[in-house]
């Protein structure tokens, strides 16, 4: 576990120095973002969008449901053999010729990436999308060590030049009109002038991305899926940036989480099926690359040279846990934010996590620890939409309600997770111990509910959180049990 | 304004209903029996009504759904525990919220679970228990001519009964057996209210943002009032509704509520037992 990370970012913080956002100011954060009309406006836009295309691509719910069981039980197979795959897809990746890297902390896995640059005099790395990146502050790490990385991805390119970092897994400019991306390519692109059309901006990024590719040394990516078997890296993309970052610079860089790993080639096909169709509502992405290894004596591209490096940063805290292991299910497609009430109020920079939404409410804790993350599960109403489409089902309501009894309860020996306890407090829990007693006990029960209704009078008018936007409550005169009785 | 995909039913699969009943017992959940006793008396009045014996057991408190929900499994289980004897004989226990009646379905195994023969006890009676709305149409078959006017209204499912019991159809079909009533479906009718429990006391921000959003597009049906099944996102939705009409200064409210059962027994010829929440 890394004490790494957390200073600022995104939303007013834009502009400083990308790391993360203490999540302890969640609340503040999340009090501005709520007060954002224009945020409010476009996520909610944003979102109905990416429903719909969803919801159009499962017009048969039988056939949603059977291929999200399959997903499922393609996923906790996988993880039921992780240690044994891990292994099995690094013997068949070094076969191939591909050089496998593991680190367990962000720092461990930009020290590996570091090394690898500076051993081939690296001045430019060119970026795929890769969350895993993010995650571990990548571009921070090589400029800070004097090496330049570029996103790639449109989307990421101008999260990028905007100082910020994405406010959605798939959709990392989601937050940006295209009126603000014109100002950032005015002002951050030499020889461009302002314009708002948006098939121009696409071109201006393509033709500048286009020389990157040429002159970086390093091409980056992510994995989708990782097939043990047979030693492939599978990398799902729309732009083909993704291949250009695999195939045109002479050395390719590939990272992803351990848990991504299947066993089998045929288990690649129904998660991707499931991943495109959950996150963008596509039949199938415009591109999938499927590398197993670099360059072979006749072909015509490729790298001279591939690594990978399988990160841990705390993954296998939650896989030790049987519950917390299905957090490891996701596939990464978003669904739960595009679905998620509270995501589309506030928009992902609140969350001042690398990953936002309900996956980011359940994955971030082992990446940070609770200490930081502990309010995060308690921002959720547990309505369930995150998990009734979660393309791998993972029970995410049942998994928050977890953290925050992990964040409640008194520190102890033999935690499940770092900051166990970190969002105990001694009244809270005295409050519940005295809630469960009156509720336990019928006889107390029913002198406290007697006493409520008889006292009416005396209910407080302002109840906190409640009455901030809403008449106060009052228990009725008389309880549902006097009236029975009195009919009867 | 663009609508958002519905989602049909539970995740949860189809269950089976038993026969007609002799009786049942009534489990009011601790917010009817203090906060909207009418509700609960006009859902036993349901019952009776299609001659069904209402067992009321005195014993009953809270399902336990707010300390479980909250992250303190084991106040939450004291609770439950308690609650375990209630239900002595056979009959099914019909729920008047959604989400109680998740909890107990769904939760109180769970809760339980390290006591193997508490456990089993909490799975039968998991078995036998009913949302109201489900009970009457799968069970009951309520099917009585509607005497009321014209009127239509917007049918609020919270997400419990939605996602947990499959309810949001049978709330549909009980208003579709209304000869008077239109329904009108309201925009992002499948989104939660913003109530969640302490989740409103948490994060007042978002949970207004939520439940505001909520009674414009309830408000937006032109509909002259919301029907729900919980009365959690009942009092949600009206208390919050109550506070955009007192602060314009509106005498009248302008999204009335009730719960489906005082609807129901007002619309069908009954006498409802108090007023408005």
Same mark, same amino acid.
């Not at chain 1, 959605?168 to 940006?176: D, G, R």
């Not at chain 1, 004596?297 to 790298?303: C, I």
């Given at each position: 576990m890394s004490a790494h990370q957390q200073t600022s970012t995104g939303g007013k913080d834009a502009g400083k120095p990308i790391a993360f956002v203490s999540a302890q100011a969640l609340r503040e954060r999340m009090h501005d973002a709520v007060n954002d009309p224009h945020l409010r406006q476009s996520f909610r836009g944003a979102m109905d969008f990416l429903m719909a295309k969803r919801a159009a691509q499962f017009p048969d719910t039988d056939e949603l449901d059977s291929l999200r069981s399959l997903s499922e039980a393609i996923r906790q197979y996988s993880l039921s053999k992780l240690p044994d795959l891990l292994e099995q897809l690094e013997a068949n990746l070094t076969h191939n010729g591909v050089q496998v890297h593991w680190a367990e902390t962000p720092d461990e896995a930009n020290a590996i990436m570091l090394g690898i640059a500076q051993r081939h005099a690296a001045k430019l790395i060119v970026k795929g999308k890769s969350m895993v990146s993010e995650e571990i502050e990548f571009n921070h790490a090589m400029e800070a060590a004097g090496v330049g990385a570029l996103e790639s991805d449109m989307g990421e390119y101008i999260v990028q030049l905007a100082g910020e970092k994405p406010s #959605? *897994? *798939?959709? %990392?400019? *989601? #937050? /940006?009109t295209k009126q603000q991306i014109a100002k950032l390519f005015a002002e951050h692109i030499p020889g461009v002038s302002y314009t708002d059309n948006v098939d121009a901006l696409i071109q201006i990024g393509r033709r500048v991305l286009r020389e990157k590719f040429e002159i970086a040394d390093i091409g980056l990516s992510g994995v989708n899926f990782a097939v043990a078997e047979t030693g492939t890296l599978c990398l799902v993309e729309n732009e083909g940036n993704g291949r250009m970052c695999t195939t045109v610079p002479k050395v390719h860089i590939a990272i992803t989480g *351990? $848990?991504? =790993?299947?066993?089998? +080639? $045929? #288990? =690649?096909a129904p998660l991707f099926s499931i991943l495109t169709r959950s996150a963008t509502g596509q039949a199938v992405s415009t591109y999938f690359n499927m590398i197993s290894g670099p360059r072979r004596? $006749? !072909?015509? !591209?490729? %790298?001279e040279e591939v690594h990978l490096v399988l990160l841990d940063n705390g993954r296998s805290q939650a896989y030790a846990d049987e519950q917390l292991r299905k957090t490891l299910q996701c596939i990464r497609c978003g669904a739960c934010m595009n679905h998620c009430p509270v995501y589309t109020r506030i928009g992902g920079h609140a969350y001042g996590t690398t990953y936002p939404g309900p996956i980011g409410k359940i994955v971030s804790p082992h990446m940070m620890? +609770? $200490? /930081?993350? #502990?309010l995060l599960p308690t921002a959720s109403s547990l309505c369930g939409a995150c998990g009734e489409v979660c393309p791998v089902k993972i029970p995410i309501p049942e998994l928050l309600i977890r953290l925050r009894g992990e964040a409640n309860s008194e520190p102890h020996a033999n935690p499940a997770m770092v900051g166990q306890g970190a969002g105990h407090n001694a009244l809270t829990s005295f409050v519940w111990r005295m809630w469960a007693r009156v509720h336990a006990r019928p006889g107390s029960y029913r002198a406290f509910s007697w006493l409520a209704t008889r006292f009416r009078a005396f209910t407080p008018k302002r109840q906190g959180g409640w009455t901030a936007a809403r008449t106060p409550l009052q228990p009725a005169p008389r309880r549902l049990r006097d009236m029975v009785k009195d009919r009867r | 304004m663009s609508k958002t995909p519905q989602t049909a039913g539970a995740s949860h699969g189809a269950r089976s209903y038993p026969p007609r009943p002799e009786a049942v017992y009534f489990y009011a959940t601790c917010l009817v029996d203090m906060f909207v006793p009418e509700a609960g008396m006009d859902a036993i009045t349901l019952l009776e009504r299609e001659g069904v014996r209402v067992i009321f057991p005195d014993n009953q408190t809270c399902c336990g759904q707010p300390a479980y929900t909250s992250g303190f499994p084991d106040e939450a289980r004291q609770v439950v525990e308690s609650q375990l004897d209630l239900f002595p004989g056979d009959y099914p226990i019909v729920v008047p919220s959604g989400s109680c009646g998740g909890m107990i379905r769904w939760n109180w195994e769970k809760v339980v679970a390290n006591d193997p023969a508490l456990k089993a006890r909490a799975a039968a009676i998991a078995e036998r228990t009913f949302e109201l709305a489900e009970f009457l149409v799968h069970v009951l078959d309520f099917k009585r001519p509607d005497q009321g006017p014209a009127l239509t209204v917007a049918l609020h499912t919270s997400c419990s009964a939605r996602r947990e019991m499959g309810t949001l159809l049978v709330g549909r079909e009980l208003l579709a057996r209304l000869g008077n009533v239109t329904l009108a479906i309201h925009d992002h009718?499948?989104?939660?209210?913003?109530?969640?429990g302490t989740f409103s006391l948490k994060h007042p921000d978002v949970s207004t943002a939520m439940v505001s959003d909520k009674v414009a597009s309830l408000k937006a049906t032109g509909a002259g009032q919301m029907v729900t099944a919980d009365c959690g996102c009942m009092l949600n939705i009206t208390r919050r509704a109550a506070r955009e009409d007192l602060d314009a200064g509106r005498a009248a409210p302008s999204l009335p509520g009730e719960h489906l059962a005082t609807f129901l027994l007002k619309r069908t010829g009954g006498k409802p037992s108090g007023e408005h929440a």
């Open positions: #959605h *897994i *798939i959709m %990392p400019a *989601i #937050h /940006q *351990i $848990e991504k =790993v299947v066993e089998k +080639l $045929e #288990h =690649v004596g $006749e !072909d015509k !591209d490729g %790298p620890g +609770l $200490e /930081q993350t #502990h | 009718e499948s989104e939660c209210c913003g109530f969640g």
